[in-house]
T-cell receptor
Framework: EAGVAQSPRYKIIEKRQSVAFWCNPI?????LYWYQQILGQGPKLLIQ????????DSQLPKDRFSAERLKGVDSTLKIQPAKLEDSAVYLC????????????FGQGTRLTVV | AQSVTQLDSQVPVFEEAPVELRCNYS??????LFWYVQYPNQGLQLLLK??????LVESINGFEAEFNKSQTSFHLRKPSVHISDTAEYFC??????????FGKGTKLSVKP
């Protein structure tokens, strides 16, 4: 079975520019997560979707970050405008359902803001 | 609030030696516990998980972890490591919603 697909793999932008990341979860997985992994730290949840509804976005900086999962399948995460501290790897993960099931991770998008 | 502490940021070890990567969590309620591994330039992969039942869980490549509720720990062990085990290992906890709380990671470096 195909894994979680993310694009692009790498992105370099200047501060104050905007950027978007795309994620296609494993087919049939209802739950989708976006995590931010800053160098030297563990991944931190930004937003969790159940189908096309938001379950948890308490740690999403909503003044600059937005995410959507319109048809309950693939998802887009956007940053506008980007700051230097947004430099990180953005990981997308999916699972069949939220509780007690394995979350499968994509390879991530490495964002560098200069 | 839940949190995860991985006490060692880096663990160097020689090939065929035993290793233990430590993980402690804080939570006042029942949790699910996971170890994920991240090989260089790859995504996170589930290594093993504790959901319920036996407190000792094993992976297919020889790692094991034991859930200790009284010490709130979920340490990862392997009796004999290989060069190919070199990677970063993340301990994670979740309660009911499914969103994982990760530790900062432990870089395991296996030397010949």
């Amino acid at each position: 079975e195909a894994g979680v697909a993310q694009s692009p793999r790498y992105k370099i932008i200047e501060k104050r520019q905007s950027v978007a990341f795309w994620c296609n979860p494993i087919s049939g997985h209802a739950t989708l997560y976006w995590y931010q992994q800053i160098l030297g730290q563990g991944p931190k949840l930004l937003i969790q979707f159940q189908n096309n509804g938001v379950v948890d976005d308490s740690q999403l900086p909503k003044d600059r970050f937005s995410a959507e999962r319109l048809k309950g399948v693939d998802s887009t995460l956007k940053i506008q405008p980007a700051k230097l501290e947004d430099s990180a790897v953005y990981l997308c993960a999916s699972s069949l359902r939220p509780q007690g099931t394995e979350a499968f991770f994509g390879q991530g998008t490495r964002l560098t803001v200069v | 609030a839940q949190s995860v502490t991985q006490l060692d940021s880096q663990v160097p070890v020689f090939e065929e030696a035993p290793v233990e990567l430590r993980c402690n969590y804080s939570s006042s309620v029942s949790v699910y516990l996971f170890w994920y591994v991240q090989y260089p330039n790859q995504g996170l992969q589930l290594l093993l998980k504790y959901l319920s039942g036996s407190t000792l869980v094993e992976s297919i490549n020889g790692f094991e972890a034991e859930f200790n509720k009284s010490q709130t720990s979920f340490h990862l062990r392997k009796p004999s490591v290989h060069i190919s085990d070199t990677a970063e290992y993340f301990c994670a906890v979740t309660r009911s919603q499914g969103n994982l709380i990760f530790g900062k990671g432990t870089k395991l470096s296996v030397k010949p």
